[in-house]
């Protein structure tokens, strides 16, 4: 199970503490890390298939003030997909109007049969880039169909059917950036927490400090922009659990990395 942090932002921030406690979990995630750091909708993409204690880089990294808005962190264990720089998130793309869509994920995908036709399109071999690839292939169908770029609200009920009906059956923690709101889903209990702060929220895996952090509702897609609730989704109730098949599917994958 890997580890994601989201910000979402009114006023830069600096992150440093936050992001070297984050990191500081990676002997638990070693098989790579990554960051994202927006300035709108250019997004800076650092990130290597490396355990982030014992990279150098990012120590030279977090030397240095990282004052942002908006940013997104991964530290992965890998379940599906080598060890291997093209497996490490964050993954980013652009849609057919050039929108660009950044995604991390913590979890697995056990069965969702839309994705599979990506196993020969994506650049890497794991299911969270497949999800990526699915989600810009369906903003770009709807786009072309009306002819124009979709708004905030028809990317939201787009996105919020999309992550209703891939919850089913697969564990589903996602934080995904469009460029200027950020989109916020866990489906696993007691596996996304946040934090309310005056400049905006704050988005981790396991709380990062003594602040108050609190669960993020389950099963809801949730939208922000400048560090405020935009959006609610549907309650789709499609929490997953660890069952024996998917605990047996997942040994499986285990044994051949």
Not at 1 to 6: D, K, L, S, T
Not at 119 to 143: A, C, F, M, P, V
Not at 217 to 238: D, E, V
Request: hydrophobic share 30%.
């Amino acid at each position: 199970m890997c580890e994601i942090f989201g910000i979402c932002n009114k006023n830069e921030v600096n992150i440093n503490r936050y992001l070297k406690t984050f990191y500081s979990h990676s002997p638990e995630h070693p098989h790579g890390w990554g960051l994202a750091v927006a300035d709108g909708d250019n997004i800076s993409i650092e990130k290597e298939p490396a355990q982030a204690s014992k990279s150098n880089y990012l120590k030279q990294r977090l030397s240095l003030p990282i004052i942002v808005k908006t940013a997104l962190a991964h530290i992965r264990y890998a379940t599906i997909g080598d060890i291997a720089y093209k497996n490490c998130h964050p993954y980013s793309l652009k849609d057919n109007f050039s929108r660009r869509w950044t995604l991390i994920h913590n979890g697995t995908i056990f069965d969702y049969p839309p994705l599979n036709k990506f196993l020969w399109e994506q650049k890497g071999d794991t299911d969270s880039e497949r999800i990526l690839l699915y989600i810009i292939e369906q903003i770009n169908r709807h786009q072309k169909s009306l002819g124009r770029l979709l708004d905030i609200q028809e990317r939201f009920s787009l996105l919020d059917y999309i992550v209703s009906e891939m919850a089913k059956g697969n564990k589903l923690n996602l934080i995904i950036y469009d460029g200027e709101y950020m989109y916020v889903h866990t489906n696993y209990s007691n596996s996304l927490h946040y934090l309310q702060t005056d400049d905006g929220i704050m988005f981790s895996t396991r709380p990062l400090s003594d602040e108050y952090w609190q669960r993020v509702p389950m099963t809801t897609l949730i939208s922000y922009k400048n560090g405020r609730q935009i959006f609610t989704g549907t309650n789709h109730g499609n929490e997953y659990t660890d069952n024996e098949e998917s605990m047996k599917y997942l040994y499986q994958i285990f044994s051949n990395l």
